[in-house]
């Protein structure tokens, strides 16, 4: 991206504030945060931007601009992506960009299919935000996820396929032959045909406090907020590759990473078991079921 000295002032309980850190995450773009609650010189910054009010997030730009309570749309605009299509019909749309949804797309267009590609996040899916990825075939020596999301992305549009990321599709429908997409800044797009490509979600524990939390303690991408916890100690649940693989690119950043997971031991592949158990900075509880989150609300 263009824009890399980006620095976002807000706190950690601001729902605005979680949301542009997620849509900077998803965008794999770098950004330093300044929680004002214990920053006067970053609530002054608020404050003047303002004119007194406190109104975050506050963010600010290596071009000397700034954006306050920006949408998704307003933050899209100003990285210079993509966000509307040149046509109005393709012969085929794929809603989702991740692995399978732009494997399928370069195919299509390989074959002279008009491919276009919406993408609510960022493209590349979870896999572009995944520290590192090496049981992909081709890539013996591993590849990190953001790189082989750029891979995929340069080799679909190399044969022609066009993609809308930041674009959330709102509704599917027929008009008569016709397959019809609208998104949400409510443009419509229609093609012969509708490849749905939406990928996995994040797994809940649905236990008290989760939701309370989300965002201010409680994440589900270490590469996208582990900086925020620079020195000190992290809890990891689960036992699986994403666990283990989340546990490893944490220690860049946490003093300590503990593992907790309700089996008896590791369920993650052999390789990511052998490098759980050679970091000195990784811990591993076992028989371990969360049953709440407490905190002081921040």
């Known amino acids: 991206m263009a824009h890399t000295g980006i620095k976002v002032y807000g706190t950690l309980w601001c729902s605005d504030c979680k949301r542009t850190k997620k849509f900077f995450g998803e965008q794999r773009v770098h950004y330093d945060f300044v929680d004002i609650d214990g920053d006067p010189a970053g609530l002054a910054v608020v404050e003047e ?30 990285l210079g992506l993509q966000t509307t ?5 393709y012969d085929l749309i794929v809603v989702g960009s991740g692995p399978a949804g732009l494997t399928a797309a370069l195919y299509a267009a390989r074959e002279g299919i008009e491919t276009l590609v919406i993408e609510r996040g960022g493209v590349g899916g979870q896999a572009g935000v995944t520290e590192r990825l090496d049981n992909f075939p081709g890539f013996p ?10 891979r995929l992305r340069q080799q679909a549009e190399r044969f022609g396929v066009e ?12 008009d008569g032959d016709y397959r019809l997409i609208l998104t949400a800044d409510g443009n419509e797009y229609r093609s012969w045909a509708v490849l749905l490509a939406l990928g996995s979600t ?14 201010a303690g409680v994440h589900f991408c270490a590469t996208c907020d582990g900086a925020f916890y620079r020195d000190k100690d992290v809890l990891v649940v689960g036992g699986g590759n994403s666990a283990g693989e989340e546990s490893i690119f944490l220690t860049k ?14 369920s993650a592949s052999k390789v990511v078991v052998e490098k759980v158990n ?16 407490r905190g002081d609300g921040k």
């Open 278 to 293: 050679e970091d000195p900075k990784i811990d591993i509880i076992t028989s371990a079921t969360p049953a709440e989150f």
């Open 163 to 174: 993609i809308l990321s930041a674009q959330d599709v709102e509704a599917v429908a027929t």
């Open 85 to 89: 299509a040149k046509n109005k019909f």
């Open 253 to 266: 950043f946490a003093k300590r990473v503990t593992i907790a997971t309700r089996d008896k031991q590791l």
């Open 141 to 150: 020596e591993g590849i990190s996820g953001a790189e082989f999301a750029s």
């Open 49 to 78: 931007a303002n004119n007194g009010k406190h109104i975050i997030p506050v963010l600010k730009f290596d071009d000397g601009s700034t954006l306050v309570e920006p949408s998704n749309a307003d933050l899209a605009k100003k």
């Open 202 to 215: 994040y797994r809940r524990l649905d236990v008290p406090g989760e939701e309370d939390f989300i965002g």
